[in-house]
């Protein structure tokens, strides 16, 4: 910094034109401060997201001119090949003299209305969804900002291209259509070495890291290394849904190898070839990879658990809670967000949550994370025990149903839900046997609700709720038209992935869809914006009540018990402020003073993928 100084004493005028310039950006940003012969430079940590504003961004209004920063300032064809700041057809012509790019791009010039408008053409042409999600990715390695505004202005008909069901495809077909790497691969290669691999990260003020090991990918299966195509899925969203800059995003996939045969024997396979590691091999491995993202990132950095088996989601959410600021969306995320669907859907079918008896067919991660979030908002209202209130929650595992008879053969996270009853083999019967009011489907197994499961269960109630949540579509335990058909248009339905509207007999029933996407970017925002340093039960339930609240009288006039997608970022905006509220209100905020408008601030703090003109 000691020739900032000299410079600073000297007169510049004799310095080229060019130089003079670079100079004024640098030095707008830094105050010098003779201190001893020591140079105090100022730093800004009051943008959005809690996320530094390196370059001002930010700070700047939509008029201000900012400068595209690389490691210098980027013009012609590096200005291009930037996705962060390239605008393809957009750039003005005065930035194309002012940055080198004459003859560089067609004369046209194009505001990014028409490049939305023309992609979203083109897109349409694709009758393929693998194509559509490949060229999606292709945008967004080239320009970053109208990808973003691509899937935020329609988000209803690109989320289930970037996101289930055809990301799963994607990630089975990962090592065929692999471009260039969108993420981070820590593989056993790399023991010992982990806390190196992560500073290889262009981006340095990494707010959210999403993790996975790929064993089992979405209810697809151990696809490995393949498994990246969720980790990139999921903080596209984050941004596109919850407003997180994209710089401060980074997807990672560990890669202790597959047990899947198919993968091994694939010539173009991406990832180890070897069968997966584990015990205490893989324990050392994720121990490092958690220390290495503290120690690089800070306490504050959010670390979301994706796509990882059963055995190890759990003890490593047990393990990592009570010093890391870990989040599991399969376990946390799939709660909060079917909590949310349950609590609106007691203005059409009645009563209160406690009055109502539930029955799961899936006792994994999914099945039991929505069981004990049910339990506690059921505690919490009732001011009963938690014990007490699992005992109206039943549980059907690939045994039958969970009872106490089972205790000792039953997995540690299973025992909770062991209840005093005779044993009972399949769901038909144990739908008979339990008579619930709510039948929900985590199995991961297609076709599960039958046509006697569904028929039964309309018998037992006025207005049966049915939530076929395994994804993909393909894996999903009954269709909405069979939902509806089978109860003779009864049923309150929703899926994890979307389904088409369903007509029966004259009438037009539009299913509802328990995306996880309703939770996770507003949760995650909701953390950053309040410093959160830990994440606790009682803000998967604040933003639970707040998703419920936000369906309008004019959904459930329609039989819908979540909120249209369309309104998405004010969703997330609330979320966020009830996550960062509980947060301030349990004292794990550390981003302080608090805001005095949560939900304005939560607003404030969102990424804008418009453009922005150079100087």
Sequence with gaps: MMWLNRLNRHNISTLPPHTKKLLAVIMSSISLKENGGEVSVKKDYSNG???????????ATEDHLITP???????GCSLLRDP?????????EGERDAHYLRGLLPPSVFNQELQEKRLMHNLR??????????????????????????????????????????????????GSIFRRPQGLYISLKEKGKILEVLKNWPEKSIQVIVVTDGERILGLGDLGCQGMGIPVGKLSLYTALGGVRPSS??????????NNEKLLNDEFYIGLRQRRA??????????EFMRAVKQNYGEKVLVQFEDFANHNAFDLLEKYSSSHLVFNDDIQGTASVVLAGLLASL????????????????????????????????????????????????LVDSKGLIVSSRLESLQQFKKPWAH?????????????????????????AGKTFTKEVVETMASLNEKPLILALSNPTSQSECTAEEAYTWSKGRAIFASGSPFDPVEYEGKLFVPGQANNAYIFPGFGLGLIMSGAIRVRDEMLLAASEALAAQVSEENYDKGLIYPPFTNIRKISANIAAKVAAKAYDLGLASHLPRPKDLVKYAESCMYSPGYRSYR
């Design 49 to 59: 997201g809690g996320v530094r504003d390196l370059y001002g961004e930010d700070s």
């Design 69 to 75: 920063w690389t490691f210098s300032v980027a013009s």
């Design 84 to 92: 962060r700041y390239n605008k393809g057809l957009a750039f003005t």
């Design 125 to 174: 042409q694709y009758e393929v969804p693998l194509h559509r999600y490949m060229a999606l990715m292709d945008l967004q390695e080239r320009n970053e900002r109208l990808f973003y505004k691509l899937l935020i202005d329609n988000v209803e008909e690109l989320l289930p291209v970037v996101y289930t069901p055809t990301v799963g495809e994607a990630c089975q077909k990962y």
């Design 249 to 258: 995003c980074l997807p990672v996939t560990i890669d202790v190898g597959t």
């Design 278 to 287: 584990t015990g205490q091999e893989y324990a050392e491995l994720l121990d």
């Design 347 to 394: 203005k059409l079918v009645g009563g209160t949550l406690a009055d109502h008896t539930f029955l799961f067919l899936g006792a994994g991660e999914a099945g039991t994370g929505i069981a004990e979030l049910i339990a506690l908002e059921v505690s919490k209202q009732t001011k009963a025990p938690v014990e007490e209130t699992r005992k109206k929650i039943w």
């Design 420 to 444: 005093e009853h005779e044993p009972v083999k399949g769901l038909l019967e144990a739908v008979k046997a339990i008579k619930p009011t709510v039948l929900i489907g985590s199995s991961g």
